[in-house]
């Protein structure tokens, strides 16, 4: 049993900065592969950033390139994803989530267990 829990998020002006974390409660957790996802309203629910767990290898959408930062600390273990120079389009409610198994990290198919949301709205 894998258990999330998001915290971090708020409300912040353009051009700010929010530091998302993700706790995971679970016994001997060695995972493939932890992502952030979010999803706006309206809108379907999109990847952020990811980051396989072992080598610590990331990926990050074009949207968040150069200003979000996704990281991992084995030994709580808990995933943060930093946040700067926010925009109003990064606006939704973010989700944090992790793949067991080998696979395409940038999908949500695979993913098994996710968090309850956090969200996020950046004022203009």
């Known amino acids: 049993q894998v258990q999330l829990v998001e915290s971090g998020g708020g409300l912040v002006q353009a051009g700010g900065s929010l530091r998302l974390s993700c706790a995971v409660a679970a016994r001997a957790f060695s995972p493939y592969a932890m992502a952030w996802f979010r999803q706006a309203p309206g809108k379907e629910r999109e990847i952020v950033a990811a980051i396989r767990w072992s080598e610590n290898n990331t990926y990050y959408a074009d949207s968040v390139k150069g200003r979000f930062t996704i990281s991992r600390e084995n030994a709580k273990p808990t995933m943060y994803l930093q946040m700067n120079s926010l925009k109003p389009e990064d606006t939704a409610v973010y989700y944090c989530?992790?793949?067991?198994?080998?696979?395409?990290?940038?999908?949500?198919?695979?993913?098994?267990?996710w968090g309850q949301g956090t969200q996020v709205t950046v004022a203009s």
């Open positions: 989530a992790v793949r067991r198994t080998i696979g395409l990290i940038t999908s949500t198919r695979g993913y098994e267990h």
